[in-house]
């Protein structure tokens, strides 16, 4: 199961819970439940932050009790709780098991890149995604141009960042976080005027510019990201 567009996860939680509902013990459900909940705050499209966020960690943990050797399960939570504020290093070391159970998950792959993000990490999640895109060359199985993206905008590649985060936003226009990542690497080459125009795109999305960067652990990272994405909106302003 995969989610190509922010604007299906809300549906997906629907259906999902439905199953849930008639097996409660379903581990790929549960997993998948956990990943809409993490992916409606990333989206800012959750009405009630909190409870969202208490049902995915409820959802993982469910997952986990029943997940045994399934890696693509263990993956899923991983990421899911990581994104809802769990121990970074217990997660890595799920999809570390994922991978060693399937060392050819072209979509574990992905999930342990956005871990290492996650965990101040960039040139790892760049490696691992692109592992990921050399197992699945065709098959979508997540958001890699968007991870690679934002791992070379972290390491202050603002150059190589922007044409992912481009084709990231083109992959899934309704989303979020690529344009904030892509305004935020604009305003730090001094692009100002393109900055402004990712802004304005952002606005027809979320009307939330400034997220939550909890997801981010390095204070560096947060700081990197913050400056960007403030100085694009107040060109705007």
Known sequence: MFMSSARQIPE???????????????????????????????DDRSEDREATARKGIEF???????????????????????GLGEDIESMIALVDRALALNPNYARGWHLSGALRMFAGQPEIAIEHNEISLRLSPRAKVGSSLAI????????????????YLRLAIEEDPTAPMAYRFLAACYSHL????D????????????????????????PEHHELFLSGLRLAIAETA
Do not use: M
């Open 12 to 42: 997906a939680l629907r259906l999902l819970e439905q199953a849930i509902e008639r097996d409660p013990r379903y581990g790929p459900a549960l997993a998948w439940a956990a990943h809409c909940c993490r992916r409606l705050l990333s």
């Open 190 to 193: 001094g692009r100002l005027d």
């Open 195 to 218: 900055a402004r125009e990712v802004i304005g795109r952002l606005r027809g999305v979320t009307d939330r510019l400034i997220p939550d960067v909890d997801n981010l652990r390095n």
């Open 148 to 163: 690679i993206g934002t791992s070379h905008f972290l390491c202050r590649r603002f150059d190589q960042a922007a044409p």
């Open 60 to 82: 993982g943990r469910r997952a986990l009790e029943v997940a045994g050797d399934d890696p693509a399960t263990l993956a899923t939570v991983a990421v899911a709780l990581a």
